[in-house]
């Protein structure tokens, strides 16, 4: 559980949760008083529901808002509140870095890129259609190719300063143009380092769409990858703030929702 | 039920898929239409209609016929009913909003094709539309890029396409040219079905296209009432029904139900709260089945109050004058009523700019969501400036591009909801 800023701030003082049903993982924050009092994330499963509602088994809250891609699918089986991700995170973030406008997003199957005005309402956002790539589930296949765990992955990328380009973003295509670099002999970091790069230039891209609006929160699974934190604010010359738990921001907007 | 099935093998369907798509679409008519709450009573018809599509319809379709009468298919409001009626003929639209056999679609043209045109040929491969076998003509145009590439294959497969030009600036050379084209479709019409077009008979079917139009501006302007009296969804159906049904019918039909919308807006009974937010909806023709955005902007806490698009709004505002005109002068009035149509083949399109603008405010929408096909250029490329100019007059503008499957549903709820949320706000 990482430590909580004071910026926490809520005025009610009832006892709020906040659910994010995400495709690979389940998110639960409780806030109590201004303070997190639970925060977990557990993995998802076939069984969406079952892992929910062990996750509140004995939790005591007042009211509990849902979002992620699960979000309706659990408000048929428990009263709450429903808000998509997008309002999720900017509530989160705002919380956590009051004056961020400007929000990356990069979850197990999907990227986003929000843009706040001063007052922190969602201006513009964008987000990946159907596929996965250049999400956290494109990033773990080319780990596994590459025969790396994710920190090994992260930190190769960040050893050496030249790349190996990959040429596409589908992740199918770019697994066997990976598999066939290892097997033409290159070397592995830089390998690294071109995948990595490959997703930031698709965030990138998303970021510009919306407007980078000063410095960037980085939230989502994919936040917890040093190397694209700091490859990002190198490029763009930006400061990228990340949350001691960025997975969580969602469900802790949820919770400041209610 | 009566069983249309000799009818069908008759026009040479194929009877196993044509079930399968007769199910499925029946079943996502319950599902998005049926599920609706607070409907006016006067959808029944339109209820009927749907469901006696590739029945009744047809039935009617083959009596015709049987008189003599000839069917025109056409997949473009640009192609003038007025004429087809002229000739005693039935117009039907052709168009169609379902993923079926894309894959032999992709043997005749490519894959970056968009799903209305892709879909044009799967319903023809897999011999599943009664409306195509049905046709004595099959109208194509050359409007934008990809249709006008696909009539050159397409021509094969139906054997009765006849393909009009279409001009793509509105100059007066451009006016010339459409001219000279509703004239040459005209003498088309003429041969096919034996009937000359005469003063009385152009005339009259002007008359029954205006009066069609005139029931579905009826129809629009009771929709800027907050509570919304009607759904967007159920609007929608009404303009794609408008395609197939036959006019006079269909006229009395839309014209009772907006009696019917007077009085609930007169007590106050809408279809959502007063509080629900209202979208503008623009960009590419909606051919049934496609409900899909609409129904997940309709189950997402938001209501449809327009369509700025060929099953909308572009395809039915304005009337052909038809006051004391000698057949050359109506010839004309269609001319210039057809020639302000803002699709997005034309450039530049400044009118559109204009209808959207002047759209959101008729219908006090708090937000539009512009709807592209992916792979249509045309309408891809205006909603970026589209985009930019309603933002910058402080219009909310939600972009999607999108096709006909379902794959991305979970990510347009995610998208549309947080529009929503955003409007709201
Ligand atoms: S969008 Fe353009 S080409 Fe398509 S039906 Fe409408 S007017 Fe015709
Ligand atoms: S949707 Fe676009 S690409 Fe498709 S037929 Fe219409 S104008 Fe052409």
New binding site residues.
Partial sequence: MGSVPSTYLITNYMISAGIDIGSRTIKLVILSENIITFEQVVDNSFNTMEICNKLLDGKNYDKITSTGYGRHLFADYYECDVISEIKAFSLGIRSVFPNVRTILDIGGQDTKAISLDEQGKVKKFEMNDKCAAGTGRFLEIMAMALRYNLDQFSTAALSVNEKESISSMCTVFAESEVVSMIGKGYDRNKISRGIHFSIINRAINMLKKVNIEDDIAFVGGVANNIAIKVLLSEILGKKIYVPNNPQTIGAIGCAIYN | MTDYREMWSGLGLDLQTHDAVLEIVGKMYGEVYMSQKNRPKGMEYFDFVMSEIHGLRIKELMDAKAEGRKIIGT?CVFVPEELILAVNGISVGLCAGAELAFDAAEQFIPRN?????KSAFGFKLAKVCPYIESADLIVGEN?????KKAYESYKDLVGNLYVMDLPQVKSSEGKVLLKAEYQKFAKKLEELSGNKITKESLQKGIEIVNSKRKAIKRLSDLRTANPTPISGLDALLINQVYFYDDPIRFTNSVNALCDELELRIKTGVGVFSNKTPRILVSG??MAVPNWKIPQIIETSNATIVGEEMCTGERGTRNFVANENLSTEEMINAIVDRYFNID???FTPNNERYENIKQMAKQYKADGVIYY??Q?????QNESISIEKMLEKEGIPVLNIDTDYSSEDIGQLKTRIEAFIERIKS
């Fill in positions: 997949f094709t968009c799903a209305l045109i409007t934008c890029d990809g249709k590419c023709p699709c997005a083949i592209s096909l792979f249509c250029q045309p309408y």
